[in-house]
């Protein structure tokens, strides 16, 4: 009786990890790219998922053609091979609208986790979705196939999922956004390789939505929307879903076309302490990106933009609170988002279009702007906007000369001991730079007197 006792509450309390290995030809998928292997992945899957994970492999050399399936627990997703996504809404399931997406209901992600943890994507491989008549039908009518009235799907969507490892795989040609981690917890994501045809429409590279502790790193983008995009959530969905995505550490990147190094335009449950480190860009629409309007509410606080090197972008640095160009009347204080405490440093951009485009709110400046060591070199146009933004910048090492609206006179020392210059200039204020707390002595500046 006892014994029993113990057996039942071994398996039921302490489900064993079997770490089992699962090829998906294994379980009848023939990898020829023609014929449907969707069932044959979803039965390997399942498999995996009754012993509480394994090794799920997609073998080398082969091309399994599959509509969308759900990854669970303790699965390592081994593409060796190439998984290529048909072109038919029919090879995929329905889910209900996301707080990402507003009110439209939209296809399952072709690799999906929900309420999970412990997942690893990796394998060498490559998860081709094929996307071109997806983003015809976004693009121009989406009651058309295949999109048939439904929001695509994303190549990769983990969901409420904790500790997550994404390493060494080629997400080709999404439907959407490629790798879209919503509401995970502990992510770490290196050496993947995301690319779509520069015109391709909303294929974004790393959306970081509503999530915590993130490292993205060593890494390459080239496609057609924004490489990152650091978001929380849109307008009512977002603040009633409500997670400050926070903690967000992405370096070491690489990126070809894209629109930027973003953060929003969805941002309505917050985003906080973001640091972006050691990128180079070519070809962008922007660098660093940081968008909103009236009506999303929530705050981005304590971002820091250093070692950024641009070429050939159209707007070097753009951070607008208009971001939709249709006029928005002044809300009130739970829908209006906020900026403060954006950090550039170190950022060296050559051959833009434009320079500087910075447009804040009457009502919400962007606030406690600390700019230092930027270089714009043969830039076209190098004001296009400067607008209700305020802060500090540093006017011998920001070159040629500060945006116009910043009339900061900087004095300012990287220690973090502001005592010794109490009772000088104005007050001192602390200001996050570079991850750390400074110490800035501001003589004049807008918005902060
Ligand atoms: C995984 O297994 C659990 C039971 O252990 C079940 O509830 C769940 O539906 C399965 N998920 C999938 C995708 O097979
Ligand atoms: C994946 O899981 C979700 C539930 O989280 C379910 O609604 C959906 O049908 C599953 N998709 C597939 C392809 O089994
Ligand atoms: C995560 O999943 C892998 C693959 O099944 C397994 O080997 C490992 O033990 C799991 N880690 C934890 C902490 O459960
Ligand atoms: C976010 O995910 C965690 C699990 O990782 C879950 O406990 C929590 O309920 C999720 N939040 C929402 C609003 O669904
Ligand atoms: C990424 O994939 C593209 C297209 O296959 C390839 O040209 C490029 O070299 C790859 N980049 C990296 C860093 O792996
Ligand atoms: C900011 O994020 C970094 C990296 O995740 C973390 O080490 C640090 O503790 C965070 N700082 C604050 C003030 O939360
Ligand atoms: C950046 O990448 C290089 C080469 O992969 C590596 O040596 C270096 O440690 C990385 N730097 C950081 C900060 O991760
Ligand atoms: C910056 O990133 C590039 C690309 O990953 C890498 O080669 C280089 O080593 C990095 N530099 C530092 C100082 O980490
Ligand atoms: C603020 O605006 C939001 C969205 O328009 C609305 O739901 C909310 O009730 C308003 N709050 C106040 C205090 O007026
Ligand atoms: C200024 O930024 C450049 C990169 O644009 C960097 O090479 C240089 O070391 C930085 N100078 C200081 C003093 O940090
Ligand atoms: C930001 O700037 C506005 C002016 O638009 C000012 O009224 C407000 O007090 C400032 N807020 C902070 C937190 O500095
Ligand atoms: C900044 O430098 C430019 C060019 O050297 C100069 O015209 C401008 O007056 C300076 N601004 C401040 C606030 O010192």
């Given at each position: 009786?006892?014994?029993?006792?113990?057996?039942?509450?071994?398996?039921?309390?302490?489900?064993?990890?079997?770490?089992?290995?699962?090829?998906?030809?294994?379980?009848?998928?023939?990898?020829?790219?023609?014929?449907?292997?969707?069932?044959?992945?979803?039965?390997?899957?399942?498999?995996?998922?009754?012993?509480?994970?394994?090794?799920?492999?997609?073998?080398?050399?082969?091309?399994?053609?599959?509509?969308?399936?759900?990854?669970?627990?303790?699965?390592?997703?081994?593409?060796?091979?190439?998984?290529?996504?048909?072109?038919?809404?029919?090879?995929?399931?329905?889910?209900?609208?996301?707080?990402?997406?507003?009110?439209?209901?939209?296809?399952?992600?072709?690799?999906?986790?929900?309420?999970?943890?412990?997942?690893?994507?990796?394998?060498?491989?490559?998860?081709?979705?094929?996307?071109?008549?997806?983003?015809?039908?976004?693009?121009?009518?989406?009651?058309?196939?295949?999109?048939?009235?439904?929001?695509?799907?994303?190549?990769?969507?983990?969901?409420?999922?904790?500790?997550?490892?994404v390493y060494?795989i080629?997400?080709?040609?999404?439907?959407?956004?490629?790798?879209?981690?919503?509401?995970?917890?502990?992510?770490?994501i290196?050496n993947v390789n995301i690319?779509?045809?520069?015109?391709?429409?909303?294929?974004?590279?790393?959306?970081?939505?509503?999530?915590?502790?993130?490292?993205?790193?060593?890494s390459?983008?080239?496609?057609?929307?924004?490489?990152?995009?650091?978001?929380?959530?849109?307008?009512?969905?977002?603040?009633?879903?409500?997670?400050?995505?926070?903690?967000?550490?992405?370096?070491?990147?690489?990126?070809?076309?894209?629109?930027?190094?973003?953060?929003?335009?969805?941002?309505?449950?917050?985003?906080?302490?973001?640091?972006?480190?050691?990128?180079?860009?070519?070809?962008?629409?922007?660098?660093?990106?940081?968008?909103?309007?009236?009506?999303?509410?929530?705050?981005?606080?304590?971002?820091?933009?250093?070692?950024?090197?641009?070429?050939?972008?159209?707007?070097?640095?753009?951070?607008?609170?208009?971001?939709?160009?249709?006029?928005?009347?002044?809300?009130?204080?739970?829908?209006?988002?906020?900026?403060?405490?954006?950090?550039?440093?170190?950022?060296?951009?050559?051959?833009?279009?434009?320079?500087?485009?910075?447009?804040?709110?009457?009502?919400?400046?962007?606030?406690?702007?600390?700019?230092?060591?930027?270089?714009?070199?043969?830039?076209?146009?190098?004001?296009?906007?400067?607008?209700?933004?305020?802060?500090?910048?540093?006017?011998?090492?920001?070159?040629?000369?500060?945006?116009?609206?910043?009339?900061?006179?900087?004095?300012?020392?990287?220690?973090?001991?502001?005592?010794?210059?109490?009772?000088?200039?104005?007050?001192?204020?602390?200001?996050?730079?570079?991850?750390?707390?400074?110490?800035?002595?501001?003589?004049?500046?807008?918005?902060?007197?």
């Amino acid at each position: 009786m006892l014994l029993h006792f113990i057996i039942f509450c071994s398996i039921s309390y302490f489900q064993q990890i079997h770490g089992q290995t699962y090829s998906v030809l294994q379980f009848g998928a023939i990898g020829n790219g023609k014929t449907d292997d969707t069932n044959a992945i979803r039965a390997t899957l399942a498999a995996a998922n009754n012993s509480n994970g394994g090794r799920v492999v997609f073998d080398s050399g082969y091309t399994f053609l599959s509509g969308c399936f759900n990854v669970t627990s303790n699965v390592i997703l081994d593409v060796r091979g190439t998984i290529l996504v048909p072109q038919n809404s029919s090879y995929f399931v329905p889910v209900p609208a996301l707080p990402w997406m507003g009110g439209i209901p939209g296809w399952q992600s072709i690799v999906r986790s929900y309420n999970a943890q412990n997942i690893t994507i990796t394998g060498g491989g490559v998860i081709d979705g094929q996307g071109s008549p997806w983003w015809d039908c976004a693009r121009n009518n989406l009651s058309l196939p295949p999109c048939n009235g439904f929001n695509r799907p994303n190549l990769v969507q983990l969901y409420n999922t904790i500790d997550v490892v994404v390493y060494n795989i080629h997400l080709k040609d999404s439907p959407m956004w490629n790798l879209h981690l919503a509401n995970t917890t502990n992510v770490h994501i290196y050496n993947v390789n995301i690319t779509a045809p520069s015109d391709s429409h909303n294929t974004d590279g790393y959306d970081i939505d509503c999530s915590v502790n993130m490292l993205l790193e060593n890494s390459f983008y080239n496609g057609g929307d924004d490489a990152i995009a650091v978001k929380s959530g849109i307008d009512y969905f977002g603040r009633t879903f409500g997670r400050t995505t926070a903690n967000v550490i992405i370096r070491n990147m690489t990126i070809g076309t894209s629109h930027g190094l973003s953060i929003g335009s969805e941002m309505s449950a917050g985003v906080r302490n973001v640091t972006f480190q050691n990128i180079t860009m070519n070809g962008s629409g922007a660098g660093p990106r940081i968008k909103s309007q009236r009506g999303r509410g929530g705050v981005v606080q304590d971002i820091t933009y250093q070692d950024i090197t641009l070429y050939n972008v159209d707007t070097a640095i753009d951070i607008t609170m208009n971001y939709s160009k249709k006029y928005i009347p002044p809300t009130n204080d739970t829908a209006t988002p906020k900026f403060i405490n954006i950090n550039i440093v170190n950022l060296h951009a050559e051959n833009s279009n434009y320079g500087w485009y910075l447009d804040g709110l009457p009502e919400s400046a962007v606030n406690n702007t600390f700019l230092s060591n930027i270089t714009l070199t043969n830039t076209k146009h190098l004001i296009q906007l400067c607008d209700y933004t305020y802060g500090i910048c540093d006017n011998s090492t920001v070159l040629p000369y500060c945006p116009t609206c910043i009339q900061a006179e900087p004095c300012v020392d990287m220690s973090s001991d502001c005592t010794q210059y109490l009772g000088q200039c104005s007050s001192p204020v602390y200001l996050f730079v570079e991850n750390r707390v400074i110490c800035a002595i501001l003589a004049k500046i807008v918005g902060l007197e």
